[in-house]
């Protein structure tokens, strides 16, 4: 299993600019999520997906879309650039563990550095 | 929503020493509190967790504890080595993960 994976590494947008982070995952993972991580702040939710066709919205979702038309893949568009959204972005998924107490144990992607000058 | 708070947000040690790290949240609904370890220029690695039906959990020298009534759970590292030395991070997951503004880990040789 590659686990969950994101493309590109890096990426240098200017303002106005859009692209699509890509995530994929290879675990049949019911539950995706997007974080960004900014210094002193931790990583905040920007959308989630508990499953194909199904999307909402996170901490910080304003200037992203989501989709999520298949299992595997859970694309992260930002729509008009901005420098506010210069940040490191991982991907994540999740799984529900069986048993008493039952949860969701999460993994993350390599993430995505991307500055928007 | 939920509210996960951190501290210290640094923390610096002597190898060989313990560290503890304590977390607060603000959600009843939270069931599972999971530690993630960061090194720099990596992604955030699960380290241990922790579920609302157990008080406490230990894996080698690492420990986590959880106070549901007072809404707190703690990270114990004990016998501390210079690898240890990352930001390490708690969550609390109603069903998606709030996570803690991050303890910047120092252990020193």
């Known amino acids: 299993n590659a686990g969950v994976t994101q493309t590109p590494k890096f990426q240098v947008l200017k303002t106005g600019q859009s692209m699509t982070l890509q995530c994929a995952q290879d675990m049949n993972h019911e539950y995706m999520s997007w974080y960004r991580q900014d210094p002193g702040m931790g990583l905040r939710l920007i959308h989630y997906s508990v499953g194909a066709g199904i999307t909402d919205q996170g901490e910080v979702p304003n200037g992203y879309n989501v989709s999520r038309s298949t299992t595997e893949d859970f694309p992260l568009r930002l729509l008009s650039a901005a420098p506010s959204q210069t940040s490191v972005y991982f991907c994540?998924?999740?799984?529900?563990?069986?048993?008493?107490?039952?949860?969701?144990?999460?993994?993350f992607g390599p993430g995505t550095r991307l500055t928007v000058t | 929503g939920e509210n996960v708070e951190q501290h210290p947000s640094t923390l610096s040690v002597q190898e060989g020493d313990s560290a503890v790290i304590k977390c607060t949240y603000s959600?009843?609904?939270?069931?599972?509190f999971p530690w993630y370890k960061q090194e720099l220029g990596k992604r955030p690695q699960l380290i241990i967790d922790i579920r609302s039906n157990v008080g406490e959990k230990k894996d080698q020298r690492i420990a986590v504890t959880l106070n549901k009534t007072a809404k707190h759970f703690s990270l114990h590292i004990t016998e501390t080595q210079p690898e240890d030395s990352a930001v390490y991070f708690c969550a609390a997951s109603p069903r998606q993960f709030y996570f803690g503004t991050g303890t910047s880990l120092t252990v020193i040789p």
């Open positions: 994540a998924s999740s799984f529900r563990t069986s048993g008493m107490g039952s949860s969701y144990e999460q993994y």
């Open positions: 959600d009843s609904a939270s069931n599972y």
